[in-house]
Protein backbone atom coordinates (compact mmCIF):
# COMPACT_ATOMS: atom_id res chain seq x y z
CA UNK A 1 0.00 0.00 0.00
CA UNK A 2 1.32 3.50 -0.87
CA UNK A 3 1.62 5.87 2.14
CA UNK A 4 3.02 8.77 0.04
CA UNK A 5 -0.89 9.70 -0.80
CA UNK A 6 -3.88 10.70 0.77
CA UNK A 7 -3.41 7.47 2.56
CA UNK A 8 -0.42 8.35 4.75
CA UNK A 9 -1.44 7.96 8.09
CA UNK A 10 -1.72 11.94 9.52
CA UNK A 11 0.59 11.37 12.33
CA UNK A 12 3.78 10.94 9.97
CA UNK A 13 2.38 13.56 7.59
CA UNK A 14 2.54 15.98 10.26
CA UNK A 15 6.12 14.75 10.96
CA UNK A 16 7.44 15.64 7.19
CA UNK A 17 5.86 19.20 7.24
CA UNK A 18 7.62 20.00 10.47
CA UNK A 19 10.85 18.92 9.33
CA UNK A 20 10.19 20.89 5.93
CA UNK A 21 9.58 24.19 8.85
CA UNK A 22 13.11 22.84 10.64
CA UNK A 23 14.59 23.52 7.27
CA UNK A 24 13.32 26.62 6.55
CA UNK A 25 14.59 28.38 10.16
CA UNK A 26 17.82 26.40 9.77
CA UNK A 27 18.37 27.92 6.28
CA UNK A 28 17.12 31.67 7.44
CA UNK A 29 20.06 31.02 10.31
CA UNK A 30 22.54 29.81 8.13
CA UNK A 31 21.86 31.95 4.97
CA UNK A 32 23.41 35.51 6.35
CA UNK A 33 26.50 33.73 8.48
CA UNK A 34 27.73 31.79 5.17
CA UNK A 35 26.66 35.32 3.12
CA UNK A 36 28.99 37.29 5.80
CA UNK A 37 31.89 34.72 5.43
CA UNK A 38 31.82 34.92 1.60
CA UNK A 39 31.67 38.79 1.49
CA UNK A 40 34.56 38.26 4.39
CA UNK A 41 36.45 36.74 2.13
CA UNK A 42 36.38 38.88 -1.16
CA UNK A 43 37.07 41.77 0.84
CA UNK A 44 40.07 40.67 1.80
CA UNK A 45 40.96 39.95 -1.13
CA UNK A 46 40.49 43.41 -2.23
CA UNK A 47 42.76 44.35 1.03
CA UNK A 48 45.32 42.11 -0.05
CA UNK A 49 45.73 43.33 -3.27
CA UNK A 50 45.54 46.77 -2.70
CA UNK A 51 48.40 45.81 -0.13
CA UNK A 52 50.47 44.09 -2.79
CA UNK A 53 49.75 47.07 -5.21
CA UNK A 54 51.19 49.41 -2.65
CA UNK A 55 54.30 47.60 -1.04
CA UNK A 56 55.31 46.47 -4.43
CA UNK A 57 55.28 50.02 -5.81
CA UNK A 58 57.08 51.37 -3.19
CA UNK A 59 60.47 48.81 -3.54
CA UNK A 60 59.82 49.94 -7.19
CA UNK A 61 60.11 53.61 -6.33
CA UNK A 62 62.75 53.71 -4.10
CA UNK A 63 64.80 51.18 -6.36
CA UNK A 64 64.07 53.74 -8.85
CA UNK A 65 65.71 56.76 -5.99
CA UNK A 66 68.12 54.98 -4.97
CA UNK A 67 69.97 54.80 -8.06
CA UNK A 68 69.79 58.07 -9.39
CA UNK A 69 71.39 59.94 -6.57
CA UNK A 70 72.42 63.69 -7.25
CA UNK A 71 70.02 63.72 -10.11
CA UNK A 72 67.43 66.80 -10.14
CA UNK A 73 64.71 64.34 -11.24
CA UNK A 74 65.16 61.91 -8.51
CA UNK A 75 62.09 62.00 -6.87
CA UNK A 76 60.30 62.29 -9.58
CA UNK A 77 61.90 59.43 -11.10
CA UNK A 78 60.67 57.52 -8.11
CA UNK A 79 56.93 58.90 -8.63
CA UNK A 80 57.04 57.68 -12.28
CA UNK A 81 57.94 54.45 -11.45
CA UNK A 82 55.36 54.06 -8.71
CA UNK A 83 53.06 54.91 -11.12
CA UNK A 84 54.22 52.78 -13.56
CA UNK A 85 54.41 49.90 -10.93
CA UNK A 86 51.24 50.50 -9.49
CA UNK A 87 48.89 50.11 -11.95
CA UNK A 88 46.64 47.86 -9.62
CA UNK A 89 45.52 50.39 -7.68
CA UNK A 90 43.44 53.28 -8.06
CA UNK A 91 45.46 56.22 -7.90
CA UNK A 92 42.93 58.79 -7.03
CA UNK A 93 42.72 57.12 -3.66
CA UNK A 94 46.57 57.96 -2.74
CA UNK A 95 46.48 59.98 -0.11
CA UNK A 96 50.39 60.43 -0.20
CA UNK A 97 53.61 59.83 -2.10
CA UNK A 98 56.90 60.85 0.12
CA UNK A 99 60.38 60.72 -1.38
CA UNK A 100 62.63 61.25 1.54
CA UNK A 101 66.11 61.11 3.75
CA UNK A 102 66.89 58.99 6.24
CA UNK A 103 69.65 59.34 8.84
CA UNK A 104 72.66 56.59 7.05
CA UNK A 105 73.95 55.88 10.81
CA UNK A 106 70.87 56.01 12.95
CA UNK A 107 68.22 54.57 9.96
CA UNK A 108 65.73 56.87 11.13
CA UNK A 109 64.15 59.60 9.30
CA UNK A 110 65.57 63.41 9.42
CA UNK A 111 63.11 66.47 10.24
CA UNK A 112 60.22 64.08 10.83
CA UNK A 113 58.56 60.65 12.72
CA UNK A 114 54.78 60.23 11.84
CA UNK A 115 54.81 61.36 7.73
CA UNK A 116 52.71 64.01 8.95
CA UNK A 117 56.08 66.84 7.75
CA UNK A 118 59.29 66.68 6.88
CA UNK A 119 62.50 68.66 6.68
CA UNK A 120 63.76 66.96 3.88
CA UNK A 121 61.32 64.87 1.42
CA UNK A 122 59.25 65.36 -1.69
CA UNK A 123 55.68 65.40 -1.29
CA UNK A 124 53.79 64.16 -4.40
CA UNK A 125 49.48 64.43 -5.29
CA UNK A 126 47.76 62.48 -8.33
CA UNK A 127 47.27 64.85 -11.11
CA UNK A 128 43.82 63.01 -12.43
CA UNK A 129 44.65 65.43 -15.86
CA UNK A 130 47.93 63.92 -16.64
CA UNK A 131 47.44 60.70 -15.35
CA UNK A 132 50.54 61.40 -13.04
CA UNK A 133 52.09 62.14 -9.89
CA UNK A 134 52.99 65.88 -9.51
CA UNK A 135 55.50 67.51 -6.85
CA UNK A 136 53.49 68.91 -3.93
CA UNK A 137 56.45 70.35 -2.06
CA UNK A 138 60.06 69.86 -2.56
CA UNK A 139 62.84 70.60 0.33
CA UNK A 140 65.45 67.76 -0.63
CA UNK A 141 67.98 69.44 -3.26
CA UNK A 142 69.30 66.32 -4.87
CA UNK A 143 72.65 68.77 -4.58
CA UNK A 144 72.82 68.30 -1.11
CA UNK A 145 72.75 64.37 -0.87
CA UNK A 146 76.43 62.44 -0.41
CA UNK A 147 76.76 59.71 -2.59
CA UNK A 148 80.55 59.29 -1.66
CA UNK A 149 81.21 55.82 -0.35
CA UNK A 150 82.49 55.47 3.65
CA UNK A 151 86.05 55.15 2.18
CA UNK A 152 85.78 58.69 0.58
CA UNK A 153 83.63 61.23 2.13
CA UNK A 154 80.62 58.44 3.65
CA UNK A 155 78.62 57.54 4.56
CA UNK A 156 76.21 57.01 2.03
CA UNK A 157 72.77 59.00 2.34
CA UNK A 158 69.67 56.58 2.63
CA UNK A 159 66.53 57.59 0.86
CA UNK A 160 63.00 56.09 1.34
CA UNK A 161 59.46 56.21 -0.57
CA UNK A 162 56.29 55.85 1.13
CA UNK A 163 52.98 55.64 -0.01
CA UNK A 164 49.46 56.03 1.77
CA UNK A 165 46.65 54.57 0.20
CA UNK A 166 42.68 54.79 1.09
CA UNK A 167 40.98 51.46 0.52
CA UNK A 168 36.68 51.74 0.10
CA UNK A 169 35.37 48.35 1.06
CA UNK A 170 33.58 46.34 -2.05
CA UNK A 171 30.32 46.24 0.19
CA UNK A 172 30.59 47.78 3.24
CA UNK A 173 29.02 44.42 5.05
CA UNK A 174 32.30 43.52 7.07
CA UNK A 175 35.00 46.31 6.88
CA UNK A 176 35.14 49.93 6.71
CA UNK A 177 37.29 52.44 5.05
CA UNK A 178 41.20 51.71 5.44
CA UNK A 179 44.18 53.27 4.84
CA UNK A 180 47.08 50.88 3.83
CA UNK A 181 50.71 52.23 4.32
CA UNK A 182 53.92 50.95 3.15
CA UNK A 183 57.33 52.76 3.22
CA UNK A 184 61.01 51.30 1.89
CA UNK A 185 64.33 52.82 2.39
CA UNK A 186 67.39 51.85 0.44
CA UNK A 187 71.17 53.32 0.43
CA UNK A 188 72.07 55.74 -2.64
CA UNK A 189 74.13 53.83 -5.29
CA UNK A 190 78.03 55.22 -4.76
CA UNK A 191 78.95 57.51 -7.37
CA UNK A 192 83.03 58.11 -8.06
CA UNK A 193 84.81 61.28 -6.89
CA UNK A 194 85.53 62.52 -9.88
CA UNK A 195 81.68 62.90 -10.59
CA UNK A 196 81.05 64.82 -7.24
CA UNK A 197 79.78 62.79 -4.92
CA UNK A 198 79.00 65.16 -2.02
CA UNK A 199 77.87 68.63 -1.62
Not at 101 to 108: F, G, I, L, R, S
Not at 133 to 140: A, G, K, L
Amino acid sequence: MDLRGPHMPARRRKRILGDRGASAVEAAIVTPVIMVLLFGIIELGFVFKDYLAVAGAVRAGVRTASANPRVATFAQAAANKVAQTGGAMNFSDVQQLWVFKVDPTTNQTIGFSNFSDCNYCVKFGWDSGTQAFVPITDTWASTTQNACSLSIGGPLDRIGVYLKLKHDPFTGLVLQTIYISEASILSLEPMPVSSGCKP
